[in-house]
């Protein structure tokens, strides 16, 4: 396993869930350089792209998380993060986060968020 999310769950809307994401094999020895970010699909629909963190920290968020969702990246413990605040019933779908380098990519396995009004 190279990527493997966690943190998905239920929540009330108006709630908040932190989403992580760890690297392991080869992938963590290759950490620092990759670009990252997560995605998300929502039954029926296509999976969209939610935020992304380049690997000098720059952030970059569609529209309808801006504001409410932070990426994060820990770079010593090999680790994404999306901090969700603000949880509407449209934020629920499956995220998985996704890393980059040299058209070399990588998904992780997705966790499944759900929220609630």
């Known amino acids: 396993v190279q990527l493997q999310a966690s943190g998905g769950g239920l929540v009330q809307a108006g709630g908040s869930l932190r989403l992580s994401c760890a690297a392991s094999g080869t992938i963590s020895s290759t950490f620092n350089p990759l670009n990252m970010a997560w995605y998300r699909q929502a039954p029926g629909k296509q999976r969209e792209l939610v935020a992304r963190i380049t690997s000098d920290r720059r952030t970059a968020y569609v529209d309808s998380v801006q504001g409410r969702f932070t990426i994060i990246r820990d770079n010593a413990r090999k680790k994404l993060y999306l901090q969700m605040n603000s949880l509407k019933p449209e934020d629920t779908a499956v995220y998985y986060c996704?890393?980059?380098?040299?058209?070399?990519?990588?998904w992780g396995q997705g966790t499944l968020v759900t929220v609630f009004s």
């Open positions: 996704y890393a980059e380098r040299a058209g070399d990519n990588h």
